[in-house]
């Protein structure tokens, strides 16, 4: 089955600098990638995603690049905020099959 | 996105009692529903496949037996944590999937099993 390595763990960062988070999976065969934005005891909520047929989105402060290729992905967020501050979860899956999700990146953003 | 909704948000009871959980669909008609636990600093674990109207698809080392769950309408999907011990307590969320395949997830609810 698929799996997702995420990195890093977590992730410090000073407020106005950018943040990175890193994805891998492992079936050539999955072509939807969500990222989910998880704050303390709340649900997981969707912040963006990429299909395979495209190589980056965007969407104001975030973006998804897809490097199919290396079977990669990764979310950028620029201009962090305090409020950006959370668990943030990559995922994969095969269509309308169920997600594998990455273990999760813990981001705080220090004013 | 979509709003789903779980209920209760948070329950407490007592080891060997069952517990219902109910997850809704307020504004789709989701033929496909997913139930997951999360335990504290975790990833999402899936732990079934809820299609309306035919049984669910457990995933490998998921107990059906333990964990029931019916899907009989097209808004709504119940998971009951049936004879619950210590080691059942969890955070559980569901979520619906819509036409693109996007899965969106309900508030939770907080098991805490005594």
């Known amino acids: 089955g698929e799996n997702v390595e995420q990195h890093p763990s977590t992730l410090s960062v000073q407020e106005g600098d950018s943040a990175v988070i890193k994805c891998t999976y492992s079936?050539?065969?999955?072509?939807?990638f969500p990222w989910y934005k998880q704050e303390l005891g709340k649900r997981p909520q969707l912040i963006i995603d990429?299909?395979?047929?495209?190589g980056e989105k965007k969407d104001q402060r975030i973006a998804v690049t897809l490097n199919k290729t290396a079977k990669h992905f990764s979310l950028h967020i620029t201009e962090t905020q305090p409020e950006d501050s959370a668990v943030y979860f990559c995922?994969?899956?095969?269509?309308?099959?169920?997600?594998?999700f990455g273990k999760g990146t813990m981001l705080l953003v220090s004013p | 996105g979509a709003v789903v909704s779980q209920h209760p948000s948070w329950v407490i009871c007592k080891s060997g009692t069952s517990v219902k959980i109910e997850c809704r669909s307020l504004?789709?008609?989701?033929?496909?529903m997913f139930w997951y636990r999360q335990f504290p600093k975790q990833s999402l674990m899936l732990m079934a496949t809820?299609?309306?109207?035919?049984?669910?698809?457990?995933e490998q080392g998921v107990e059906k037996d333990k964990f029931l769950i019916n899907h009989a309408s097209l808004t709504l999907s119940t998971l009951t944590v049936t004879s619950a011990h210590p080691e059942d307590s969890s955070f559980y969320i569901c979520?619906?999937?819509?036409?693109?395949?996007?899965?969106?997830f309900g508030p939770g609810t907080r098991l805490t099993v005594t």
């Open positions: 990429i299909r395979s047929n495209v």
């Open positions: 079936d050539s065969a999955s072509n939807y």
């Open positions: 504004d789709f008609q989701a033929t496909t």
């Open positions: 809820s299609n309306e109207g035919s049984k669910a698809t457990y």
């Open positions: 995922a994969a899956s095969i269509g309308y099959s169920t997600l594998t």
């Open positions: 979520s619906e999937q819509q036409g693109g395949g996007e899965q969106y």
